[in-house]
């Protein structure tokens, strides 16, 4: 049984991904394809893959995970599972510590080899979503006034605008997490609404559901839903009214700058990320589920250099 992973990122449709897994799932699992979401991993099956508070070292409670998620896998083997999606943008960190470290999932290597490691070393393909920084970043900030009130202050974002990390960086972090697993990465202002094409994509295949495909799931707050919050909050809602949008967080330059830095990176994935991942921009699943030969994915910018030395 293959193992795949959707990892999202948080504020790249994750949660709509996971409404059509889950509306989907019976057709799915008829067709032998099983699927792990949040609320089954976060109830307690992957509990301690992460180091938690516990008269437990680390090293046992992951081991005690490890054989706990042994033995789901066994039975879904036993039913005739061909593939098992597993979806949780936690994997890789969360919202609440990327605002406070003013980082992009700085801990997104360390976290996915533990996860790796609890699965026995079974990951077979990744699927990461990446987005827009200056959009990510609005989002993001959206998200953490709705649930606790609170907002940037200018000078840390002015520390996120000039942040040096980016999604090439958790590309190549992961990708040492996981060794031989195919990693491919999906641009948010590609696929955000084609949950199908993503499913495509992550089983290399073409037969994917297309009920509840257009259906959406914590979608970012309106501005007249981010005025009413800020007014209740006791804040001035001018520098922070249209942050949803990316536009009312930073200024022009910092705009530019993190739009670059985007450019960059869909550069470098689309030149073939050294070997390491391949992009996909295709939003049907047709399209989406006809993989590269595996030979091709590895090859990147050397083998270009190669080439031109050969002819």
Known sequence: MDIHLHLGAHRAAST???????SNAETLGDGGVGYWGPPRLRKGLFHGVTPV???MSPAQQIERARGRIALRLAKLEARGLRALVVSDENMLGSVRHNLRHRQLYPAAGQRLARYRHAMGGRVDRVILCIRAPQHYWASAYAFSLMRIGQVPGRAELAEIAAMPRSWRDVVTDLACALPGAEIIVLP????APYP??????????VEVPRKH?????????????????LTDCGLD????AEMAEGAGLFDREARARMAETYADDLYW??????????????????TAGTNPDPGAIRRGQSNGTQARRMA
Request: with cysteine; net charge positive.
């Open 237 to 240: 809602p001018g520098p922070y």
């Open 16 to 22: 709509s991904f996971q409404f059509y897994m889950r």
């Open 188 to 191: 948010h202002e590609r696929l």
């Open 196 to 205: 199908e094409a993503r499913l495509a994509a992550l089983l290399g295949r």
């Open 269 to 286: 994935l689309r030149a073939g990320a050294d070997g390491l991942a391949r992009i996909c921009e295709e939003t049907t699943p047709e």
């Open 53 to 55: 508070a516990s008269v």
């Open 213 to 229: 495909a257009r259906e959406v799931r914590n979608a970012r707050p309106s501005t007249a839903a981010l005025v009413a919050r």
